[in-house]
């Protein structure tokens, strides 16, 4: 065999070897080219509630309705002052013309005359007719005495003032609701003090609910070096009616103080606190300080353009009750670990006379409006905010 037909044979060989590796990748090429679609398609992640995104229209502003109405205290410590002893009544007969000069200076000295009848004159609360006109310049020698009849209590009749008539029954608006579904929510925390310090840590909080009744918890801490602290607990458990959110009781435990509970006695028609003697009236659609921002979002959730004016929500505290306002401010993107998530955001300002703080709540229209970020900005200018990481459907999470 000569080199020249050796390398011939060398030179088919690879020529051959060079169109079997062609012919190979064409085809690979073509069969990937048919497949492929087919198996992207099958294989593709089912999107997670977190990647939807989802814009809606603000409803337009209406005009800012008249003030919330106060809420007072209907309870012991606040509808009923202790009695004031009743005024002693001193009756004096009427003086005889003869006695005159001598009754007149004795009045004089004591003093005994005059005051102690307008006394007994004002804790009878006497009609302006009973007095006499001009009786106060005649003189006191032939002065008449008040009649005995008036002055003497009927029988049965009290010094206590009469009872003012009820006031008008308080009502907030009432609100279309469709709940979110049950969830589990990771968030992160941070708060900055009021003198700059800075701390980190971390939130959880839980909604569950079967469509009669529901359940809310939440814990919040800080981390300190290698553990973690918690600085708040909330739970609050009760069932859901035509309002929304209905709760019967709500609990809160804050580190280094005892746990405090707010029942919402429906059969009484009353809030009544653990913590407090006075109870406030209990009134549709009234919340507790965990379930506030999922009411919010069943609101949303049923009709948005309920945002269009204030939403007013009747919410008990630790040792009393108020009436939250709260506003649309409108549409913002915010950065999560999730990604940028579309929110309406909400805010109750600070109401003088009833709480100092600002608290702020994002609601995500794309993840059944459920609460993504929550701000308190306290009077003295401290700021805690929670930011949502992960969020878990469960239970019946339908849509």
């Known amino acids: 065999m000569t080199i020249v037909s050796f390398l011939a044979r060398r030179r088919r060989v690879l020529a051959l070897c060079a169109a079997t590796v062609a012919l190979h990748f064409v085809t690979i090429d073509w069969l990937g080219s048919r497949l492929g679609p087919q198996q ?15 814009r809606l229209a603000l409803p337009r502003r209406a005009a800012s309705a008249e003030p919330p109405p106060e809420i007072k205290p209907v309870g012991p410590a606040a509808a009923k002052p202790a009695p004031r002893p009743p005024a002693r009544r001193t009756l ?35 009609p302006p007719d009973l007095a006499q006109p001009g009786a106060a310049s005649a003189p006191a020698a032939v002065q008449s005495p008040p009649d005995a009849a008036a002055a003497v209590p009927a029988p049965g009749a009290s010094d206590k003032p009469a009872a003012a008539a009820p006031p008008a029954p308080l009502a907030t608006r009432r609100y279309k609701v469709d709940l979110p579904p049950s969830a589990e929510f ?44 918690n600085l708040l607990v909330l739970g609050s458990e009760g069932e859901i009616d035509d309002a929304g959110i209905a709760p019967l009781k709500f609990t809160e435990k804050r580190r280094g103080r005892s746990q405090t509970a707010t029942h ?89 006379g009833s709480y100092s703080a600002r608290l702020d709540i994002w609601l995500a229209p794309g993840m059944n409006w459920f609460p993504v970020q929550i701000r308190n900005t306290e009077a003295n200018g401290a700021l805690t905010t929670q930011t949502i990481t992960k969020i878990t459907l469960s239970g019946n999470a339908g849509k």
């Open 40 to 54: 992207s398609s099958a294989v593709r992640p089912v999107p997670s509630v977190m990647q939807a995104q989802l």
């Open 92 to 126: 004096r007969p009427a003086p005889l013309p003869q006695q005159s000069a001598v009754a007149e200076p004795a009045a004089q000295e004591s003093g005994a005359l005059s005051d102690p009848l307008a006394g007994i004159g004002q804790a009878l609360a006497a």
């Open 186 to 229: 990771e968030m992160e925390l941070k708060r900055t003090d009021a003198n700059g310090t800075r701390w980190s840590g971390v939130a959880h909080m839980s909604w569950q609910t079967d469509g009669s009744k529901y359940k809310v918890g939440m814990e919040a801490g800080i981390s300190m070096l290698v553990t973690r602290v």
């Open 264 to 352: 919402f006695v429906r059969d009484d028609g009353r809030i009544t606190f653990s913590a407090s003697e006075r109870s406030y009236p209990l009134l549709a659609g009234a919340q507790d300080k965990a379930t506030v921002p999922f009411q919010l979002g069943a609101i949303g959730r049923a009709d948005v353009n309920q945002f269009g004016s204030d939403i007013d929500i009747l919410v008990g505290d630790e040792k009393e009750a108020s009436v939250y306002r709260f506003l649309l401010v409108g549409e913002e993107e915010l950065d999560t670990q999730l990604g940028r998530i579309v929110t309406w955001h909400l805010a109750r300002p600070p109401k003088p």
